[in-house]
């Protein structure tokens, strides 16, 4: 890969559908490749699709969408070099950057300019490697920590984290995923309402958030 270059699933522009910015006009950039393989993954398709792009065609691409905002997701982002790169271009163009990182990659390229939006996956992940540990103490104020919840032992594996105040964002974001239909390596999935009714009887100071955009668009929607 050429020095200014990176592998890019898709730009698009669209409200952003989780996080405290829920509802905000932003421009995402996906990157292409993950290095885990979660049950639940969304965004199966950002593996391994893409085209090659340099930095300013990147940004070129963002230019048309007029927002303040820009969101670097994948696929997992901080697998490639050139992303802290970017990052700091749009940060220099004006843009306000959020980068959604799993936690499992080292966040210290791109903490003290971007706000990082850290997934730290829970058990029915399959993908828990305790990367996160050395990344939290590295996460500002302003960031955000998100746990996707998608059973009973994911929401108390999660809350127990949550009570050992060792989470340093003021937004602890807490996601709820459905079941996924008994196939192989299926989850059992838990209700937007039973997750709410675990948060209010703990009294857990979490947010839980609904995917915005599922809703808006449906489930299997992209570029939106």
């Keep these: 890969m050429a020095s200014h270059e990176l592998f890019i ?21 996906r990157l ?7 049950t ?19 940004c070129a691409a963002v230019a048309p969408f007029s927002t ?6 994948g696929g997992e982002p901080l697998m490639q070099k050139n992303t802290p790169a970017l990052a700091q271009v749009l940060v220099d163009k004006g843009y306000d950057v959020s980068v959604e990182t799993h936690g499992e990659l080292p966040i210290g390229p791109i903490v003290q300019n971007t706000r990082v939006i850290m997934d730290i996956k829970t ?23 998100k746990f996707v919840i998608a059973s009973e032992s994911d929401y108390a594996w999660a809350r127990d984290l949550v009570r050992s105040e060792t989470i340093p964002v003021k937004e602890i974001l807490f996601s709820p995923v459905g079941p996924s ?20 009887a703990d009294r857990l100071r979490v947010r839980m958030q609904i995917q915005l955009h599922k809703i808006i668009w449906g489930a299997d929607a992209r570029g939106v």
């Excluded at 965004?43 to 930095?55: L, P, V």
């Excluded at 399959?126 to 990344?135: A, E, F, H, L, V």
């Design 9 to 29: 699933n898709e730009i698009f522009h669209s409200l952003q559908g989780e996080s405290t910015l829920a509802g905000v006009p932003f421009a995402f950039v």
């Design 32 to 38: 292409t490749g993950c290095n885990l393989r979660c």
């Design 40 to 58: 639940y993954c969304d965004s199966t398709y950002a593996f391994h699709d893409g085209k090659r792009m340099t930095i300013d065609e990147v």
């Design 68 to 73: 303040r905002h820009v969101l670097l997701t």
């Design 123 to 145: 058990p029915s992940s399959g993908m828990q490697r305790g990367g996160y540990r050395t990344n939290l103490p590295l996460l500002k104020e302003t960031d955000e920590v």
């Design 181 to 200: 239909g008994g196939a192989p390596g299926s989850y059992p999935g838990i209700s937007a309402q039973v997750l709410a009714e675990r948060i209010l």
